[in-house]
């Protein structure tokens, strides 16, 4: 009986050996490791428009009659709730009263400043506000999964993640992978470790519209509890476990 009892104490003494709980140096962000990778700062690069882009725009102007001429083809005077208009594969898009626009590699900026340039050849005071309708991104993974907005100029990877309710501790942030569509050939793929502070301004930092972001599952997890609290549980009901066997396998 002592043998039987000594396999059932090596039993859990072995699970609660294999099992740990999640570091800071596991999962932590923003480390300072000489360990980690170090990634080299890049200057930001702004977006530039591919082809099957959505753009919309708003017209600003005070001839009133070809202000509500325009308005009526554009639907709305929001930017938000505008008629998007497709980028074609020519790289050019067709709005209202226009020949068609190259706007296939400019930056936001750009394609405002050269369709306002069109539009002032026939309205003198026309101010044009305009901007990327498909300004989305996808997360997928051990993670929450969705497709989220980018809200913001410059938006950051922790930015992103925060949106799905940021990573979990079985996220492996070691091989976090930024799938990114190029203009030409195959989609770029970034992988980074997320837990180093030098991931500031690096290359990886700032998300693109139509970027997918992968985070995989750690190896490890499987032997891993999300706290301290979780590992005490797992020993408690383990020796519960082990005292309700032995009452039953020892007769009295």
């Known amino acids: 009986m002592k043998i039987l009892q000594s396999k059932y104490l090596f039993f859990i003494l072995l699970l609660t050996t294999l099992t740990g709980c999640y570091s800071h140096r596991a999962v932590g962000l923003l480390q300072e490791r000489d360990n980690l990778p170090q990634y080299e700062k890049v200057e930001y690069e702004p977006y530039r428009i591919r082809v099957n882009d959505e ?24 930017l938000n709730d505008a008629n998007s208009y497709r980028v074609y594969s020519d790289g050019t898009i067709d709005l209202p009263f226009l020949a068609p626009i190259k706007v296939e590699g400019l930056t936001i900026a750009q394609a405002q400043d050269t369709v ?23 997360i997928i993974g051990d993670i929450n999964s969705g497709v989220f907005p980018i809200y913001k100029d410059k938006l950051t990877i922790y930015q992103a993640l925060a949106m ?6 079985q996220g492996d942030r070691k091989h976090v992978r930024i799938i990114r569509p190029k203009e030409t050939g195959d989609p770029e793929v970034l992988e980074f470790d997320i837990r180093t502070n030098t991931l500031i301004d690096s290359k990886y930092y700032y998300i693109y519209p139509n ?15 999300a706290s301290y609290s979780g590992f005490l549980s797992l020993i408690t009901s383990s020796l519960a476990l082990l005292v309700s066997v032995l009452n039953y396998a020892i007769p009295y």
Request: overall charge positive; glycine content about 2%.
């Open 211 to 225: 970027d997918v972001i992968y985070v995989s599952r750690s190896k490890g997890s499987f032997y891993k509890v």
């Open 164 to 169: 799905s309710g940021d990573l979990m501790n």
């Open 116 to 138: 306002q340039a069109h539009f002032r050849a026939i309205i003198p005071d026309a101010q044009i506000k305009l901007s990327l309708y498909n300004k989305t991104f996808t």
């Open 55 to 78: 753009i919309i725009y708003r017209l600003i102007t005070m001839d009133e009659t070809l202000a509500k001429a325009i308005a009526a083809n554009n639907s709305s005077s929001s």
